[in-house]
């Protein structure tokens, strides 16, 4: 069975970084074809793509956001993390992490039970 | 912006069916990407209901039945039950931005 967990600060300031971890459980991160995305969803908003990263360390960014989103994982930590630089009272949103399926496009199942960030001084 | 245009709200009685549209262009959902849907209950993070268009994963009702022509999709639920209250999302790529795009997401509330 697969599993994710978000977890890292509910509450930042604007121009800090954020810096979400990303832990998993049923998949190997250095196993052939596996990922996981992340995503983020401001309140009564619609989903938004952040980023991707794959078994081989490729990984993909949403281009609006490229230059203040890094990905890293820790395969022997089953972890991914993710952060985003120069925080704004708009990026106040839920962020989720969640496992990639291999179709044209990918499509992502299970998600984690997303980790709610508030940007506020 | 959504990339990919859903209606606001559909409503139906239970037992009825309701159709949710998810309208793109040839750089998303057209003859090179698929699509899928995303039902996301209230408070809770969202789940798979349709992959590659029409295909169900398991445990998936088969109330929940996905299509796509040309460059629109649509999501359709028959037999509406008061669990199905939520907000779906329709979810492809988009090649002339290198994302992956979601639809702006639609309210379903059985009366």
């Known amino acids: 069975q697969i599993t994710l967990n978000e977890s890292g600060p509910s509450l930042v300031k604007p121009t800090q970084t954020l810096t979400l971890t990303c832990s998993f459980s049923?998949?190997?991160?250095?196993?052939?074809?596996?990922?996981v995305g992340w995503f983020r969803q401001p309140p009564g908003k619609a989903l938004e793509w952040l980023s991707l990263?794959?078994?081989?360390?490729?990984?993909r960014y949403n281009p609006s956001l490229r230059d203040r989103l890094t990905v890293t994982r820790d395969t022997s930590k089953n972890q991914v993390v993710l952060t985003m630089t120069n925080m704004d009272p708009l990026d106040t949103g839920a962020y989720y992490c969640a496992h990639r399926r291999n179709w044209n496009p990918n499509w992502f199942d299970p998600w984690g039970q997303g980790t709610l960030v508030t940007v506020s001084s | 912006q959504s990339v990919l245009t859903q209606p606001p709200s559909v409503s139906g009685a239970p037992g009825q069916r309701v159709t949710i549209s998810c309208t793109g262009s040839s750089s998303n959902i057209g003859p090179d990407y698929d699509v899928h849907w995303y039902q996301q209950l209230p408070g809770a993070a969202p789940k798979v209901l349709i992959y590659g268009n029409n295909n169900r994963p398991s445990g998936v009702p088969d109330r929940f039945s996905g299509s796509k022509s040309g460059t629109s999709a649509a999501l359709a639920i028959t037999g509406l039950q008061a669990e199905d209250e939520a907000d779906y999302y329709c979810?492809?790529?988009?090649?002339?931005?290198?994302?992956?795009?979601f639809g702006s997401g639609t309210t379903v509330t059985v009366l």
């Open positions: 990263i794959f078994w081989n360390d490729d990984k």
């Open positions: 049923g998949f190997s991160l250095s196993t052939s074809g596996v990922g």
């Open positions: 979810q492809s790529y988009d090649s002339r931005l290198t994302n992956y795009v």
